[in-house]
Nanobody
Framework: QVQLVESGGGLVQAGGSLRLSCAAS????????MGWFRQAPGKEREFVVA????????HYADSVKGRFTISRDNAKNTVYLQMNSLKPEDTAVYYC????????????????????WGQGTQVTVSS
């Protein structure tokens, strides 16, 4: 089992920044590809970004490319999501998730592949 706890959400004006954190406990953190997903009101949960076990490979959704940056610190069992130039359409509950992958540079974008999920943190961007 892996327990994931997100933090760092809040209310920010358009153009502002937030940094989300996801702290993991339980199994060996470096064995997991980590992803961020989000769910806006009335919409399905969608992929945002993922990072490989080593941190050397990332994959971003087109909607956040160039504005969001994912990183991880395996020594601290934490993955981060730096969100800059936020837009009202970024408003959502943000979830981190863990996928146990074999290859160190594998990146998973499919929700169903992720075995563990955090409880989510609300991000609200005002116009």
């Amino acid at each position: 089992q892996v327990q994931l706890v997100e933090s760092g959400g809040g209310l920010v004006q358009a153009g502002g920044s937030l940094r989300l954190s996801c702290a993991a406990s339980g199994r060996t953190f470096s064995n997991y590809c980590m992803g961020w997903f989000r769910q806006a009101p009335g919409k399905e949960r969608e992929f945002v970004v993922a990072i490989s076990r080593s941190g050397g490979t990332t994959h971003y959704a087109d909607s956040v490319k160039g504005r969001f940056t994912i990183s991880r610190d395996n020594a601290k069992n934490t993955v981060y999501l730096q969100m800059n130039s936020l837009k009202p359409e970024d408003t959502a509950v943000y979830y981190c998730a863990a996928d146990p992958v074999l290859f160190r540079e594998a990146v998973t974008t499919t929700q169903k592949a992720y075995d563990y999920w955090g409880q989510g943190t609300q991000v609200t961007v005002s116009s």
